[in-house]
């Protein structure tokens, strides 16, 4: 058979377009693989292990809490680290607060009704907006920021009172006793210390509020006042946890106020007041001393007395005079016996800035680095002239709030440096470690429910970065110069 020549290339051109597409469609199938869908790596969370609360020296930010995110990690950095170790322990906290003077309570009674009740719940209460004060310091009578100087058994000069039939509480029931009702309604766990600033006039060697001493001859009927106010106080309602003997009793300048030795003191703690509550079958603490840093030696003088000793549960301080050191050395001295800071006031020639630091360095920090139990800011309350107070009593005392009119007031630095512990650290909490840290100085604990809680001041004059570290995790935090944090955990 014969080609037509036309009918053979056609053929041919067939034959090339088939064999192009067979090897296309197999080289397609051997080269080009799958297409595989792009890998989707999920954002990493890092989620708020830490609330961070902060007050600034400017005031700009005052108790606030903080919306940063600060998470535990391992990343590493050169920052200072504070570093919190729970499974070293030390004291035992019973409370931070201020004393309830009968001033504070005559201008916080003032207060309308709503104002009151709102006010009262935000300082004692242990709500999201409460400061939860947990321990007060009241006067066994009055104390210099009273309007008048008083005992509960005030007689003509002349008078004695020996079965003390006189003795009367009917000049506090309206204020400090009636507010302190309403207080432990809302706080019925609150720690009450009440001291003295005066024993009655007609058992002191002078006929004056101001300074003298008592006379041995009252010794006991000076010890049954006590035993008398304490049983009084519990038909009120109101349980006494403690009492000293005398407040400041080497300042006797101040009105009122009286002198008492260390050695009086001991005689009176071991011969009268001592078995005078222990006949009654009260189970009150007696702290000795209740003065300043800068005589350690008169509570280690008590203390040494053998005799005295098993009625004294431990000593208190101020710092008006001293270092707070002074506690770590009784401490030291004598390990079994507790301490405690029961007074620092915030003057009104004061300045917040710096006010913040010195208390929340010495006041907080500081008591509860040397073994203190308790940390107390003097005067709650008072009005916008630093009043009431006796003459010659205490006129620059500010109170960790001014009360302006029946329905405002404004809160002051002794607010917040109380407010910065007491508000995160209850009753049970217990010291752990945390190391001290050039400008950062700290103090931990660790809460009864098992928080971990860390309050930082910064004393430089620079802000700074730093780390918390715990259980070898940390977060990277800062504070500004002189600004307060308190750090909390679980």
Not at 220 to 246: H, L, N, R, S, W
Not at 360 to 374: A, D, Q
Not at 433 to 438: Q, R, Y
Request: proline share 5%.
């Amino acid at each position: 058979m014969k080609l037509n020549l036309k009918t053979t290339i056609k053929a041919l051109f067939f034959a090339a377009a088939i064999l192009a597409q067979v090897k296309c469609s197999s080289s397609n199938d051997v080269v080009d693989p799958p297409v595989t869908p792009p890998v989707v790596v999920p954002p990493v969370v890092v989620t708020n292990d830490v609330d961070f609360w902060l007050t600034k020296g400017d005031q700009s930010v005052l108790l606030a809490k903080q919306s940063g995110t600060l998470g535990f990690g391992t990343t590493p950095n050169t920052y200072t680290n504070i570093e919190v170790n729970v499974s070293q322990k030390y004291q035992t906290v019973d409370g931070f607060g201020y004393t309830l003077t009968g001033g504070s309570a005559e201008v916080i009674n003032q207060l309308n009704a709503a104002k009151k009740a709102a006010l009262l719940q935000e300082l004692f209460g242990s709500g999201e907006n409460s400061i939860g004060i947990s321990y007060l310091r009241i006067s066994i009578g009055a104390s210099d920021l009273n309007a008048a100087p008083f005992t509960y058994d005030d007689l003509p000069t002349g008078d004695t009172d020996l079965d003390l039939a006189k003795f009367s509480l009917d000049k506090d029931k309206t204020g400090v006793i009636a507010l302190l009702k309403e207080i432990l309604a809302i706080n019925p766990k609150i720690l009450i210390l009440a001291t003295p600033w005066s024993a009655p006039l007609w058992m002191k060697d002078k006929n004056s509020f101001i300074g003298g001493k008592l006379q041995t001859q009252y010794y006991d009927v000076y010890a049954k006042y006590f035993v008398k106010y304490i049983q009084q106080m519990k038909a009120e309602g109101i349980t006494i946890d403690a009492v000293t003997p005398q407040n400041e009793p080497l300042h006797d300048g101040n009105n009122p106020s009286m002198y008492m030795s260390a050695g009086e003191q001991a005689n009176f703690i071991k011969t009268n007041l001592g078995p005078a509550l222990k006949a009654a079958n009260l189970s009150v603490k007696i702290i000795a001393y209740d003065h300043n840093c800068d005589n350690p030696n008169y509570p280690k003088a008590i203390l040494a007395d053998a005799d005295a000793f098993p009625f004294v549960d431990g000593s208190a301080f101020h710092l008006y005079a001293g270092d707070i050191s002074a506690l770590t050395n009784v401490y030291n001295s004598y390990p079994t016996k507790n301490v405690y800071f029961t007074e620092q006031w915030t003057s009104s020639a004061g300045e917040f800035a710096g006010d913040l630091k010195w208390h929340v360095r010495n006041v907080v920090i500081g008591s509860m680095r040397n073994y203190s139990k308790n940390a107390l800011e003097w005067n709650l309350a008072n009005n916008g002239a630093f009043e009431p107070h006796t003459a010659g009593g205490c006129s620059m005392c500010k109170g960790a709030l001014t009360v302006t009119t029946s329905d405002t007031f404004q809160r002051n630095v002794a607010y917040y440096i109380i407010a910065h512990a007491s508000k995160f650290v209850p009753a049970g909490s217990i010291r752990i470690a945390s190391n001290s840290s050039g400008n950062l100085q700290n103090v931990a604990f660790i809460t009864p429910s098992g928080s971990k809680v860390l309050i930082v001041e910064n004393d430089g004059a620079a802000s700074e970065i730093f780390n918390i570290k715990f259980n070898d995790k940390w977060i990277t935090t800062s504070l500004d110069a002189g600004a307060v944090g308190t750090y909390t955990w679980k």
